[in-house]
Every structure is written in C-alpha cells, then in structure tokens.
Nanobody, 120 residues
Framework: QVQLVESGGGLVQPGGSLRLSCAAS????????MGWYRQAPGKERELVAR???????KYADSVKGRFTISRDNAKNTVYLEMNSLKPEDTAVYYC??????????????WGQGTQVTVSS
C-alpha cells in the first residue's frame, strides 16, 4: 500500500513562511500528479496546488504568487513553499498523489494531513 507522509506544518505569524514536504513510499511503479489540498474548519477540502511529473503546475487563485509547489521525482517527494502567509491560510493541509501501481493501474492516495496555523 502506498503511503504519503507529510511534514513541516506548524504555527506561524502572518507574513511568515512554512515549507511542507510529502514523501511517498512503497511506490510500485511511478507517480503521476502530486498535489496539496487544504481543509479549514467548516469548509470543504480545496485544491491548493498540484504538479505533474514533467513539472507542469496549477495553483488556486488565492495562493498564486505566494505559494510554490515543486517535486523531486527521484525521491518521490513533493514540496509546498508557502510565503506571505495569511490567517485565512489556516487549515489542515493534505498531500495527494496519483500513483501507477502497475503499467495500467492508476490509484489516488491521501496523506494523513498536517496542521498549518497562521496567527499572531
């Protein structure tokens, strides 16, 4: 079973920065898209950013210019650099990945989530 393990969350003041990491293990074949979603209390889970294996990216409008997603294919790891953080960025951040477990089987996996709190 593929595992996604996030790290790097925490408490930061408004205007500060955090870097999230997500390492995928027990990969059978390869990883297609990797991404980050977030869910604030009382709200639906939403896409923050995602990145394809070739480096193509997509961002939510609310984080464009402040967040940067990147990945290291050799390490099966995706990163989210978050700058100029705002209180409204407070949420549980989840790593997500589309994984080929064989040449024809593509499955979607979630990490356990990491809390990001932006507060003074």
């Amino acid at each position: 079973q593929v595992q996604l393990v996030e790290s790097g969350g925490g408490l930061v003041q408004p205007g500060g920065s955090l870097r999230l990491s997500c390492a995928a293990s027990r990969i059978i074949f390869s990883i297609d898209f990797m991404g980050w979603y977030r869910q604030a209390p009382g709200k639906e889970r939403e896409l923050v950013a995602r990145i394809g294996r070739g480096g193509e990216t997509k961002y939510a409008d609310s984080v464009k210019g402040r967040f940067t997603i990147s990945r290291d294919n050799a390490k099966n790891t995706v990163y989210l650099e978050m700058n100029s953080l705002k209180p409204e960025d407070t949420a549980v951040y989840y790593c997500n990945a589309d994984v080929f477990t064989s040449t024809i089987t593509l499955l979607n996996f979630w990490g356990q989530g990491t809390q990001v709190t932006v507060s003074s």
